[in-house]
């Protein structure tokens, strides 16, 4: 079983920067494709980016391509999202989630294991 956790969340003003980790419970992290998701009131939850395991094959939503930066560290079984440019529509809680593969989807059915969220709150 692993276990995700999410922090680096809260309240920023647009434009604003904030960077998002989610650390893994287990050491073979480094097997694992990690994508995140955010979820904001009433929407459905959407995929934001995700990375393979080597960290050598990288995506973005269109929303957010330019802004926002994925990238892992494997020694640290983390993975990090930085978010530059903050809008309010970037408002939402944020979930990383996980799959044992060297296959990354956007598609959030695909991955096994997901943390509990971290909220993400933009003011205009």
């Known amino acids: 079983q692993v276990q995700l956790v999410e922090s680096g969340g809260g309240l920023v003003q647009a434009g604003g920067s904030l960077k998002l980790s989610c650390a893994a419970s287990?050491?073979?992290?480094?097997?694992?494709?990690v994508a995140w998701f955010r979820q904001a009131p009433g929407k459905d939850r959407e995929f934001v980016a995700f990375?393979?395991?080597?960290?050598?094959?990288?995506d973005y939503a269109d929303s957010v391509r330019g802004r926002f930066t994925i990238s892992r560290d494997n020694a640290k079984n983390t993975v990090y999202l930085q978010m530059n440019s903050l809008k309010p529509e970037d408002s939402a809680v944020y979930y990383c989630?996980?799959?044992?593969?060297?296959?990354?989807?956007?598609?959030?059915?695909?991955?096994?294991?997901w943390g509990q969220g971290t909220q993400v709150t933009v003011s205009s």
């Open positions: 989630a996980s799959r044992r593969s060297p296959v990354v989807w956007r598609n959030s059915g695909q991955y096994d294991y």
């Open positions: 287990i050491r073979t992290f480094s097997t694992y494709a």
């Open positions: 990375i393979s395991w080597s960290g050598g094959t990288i």
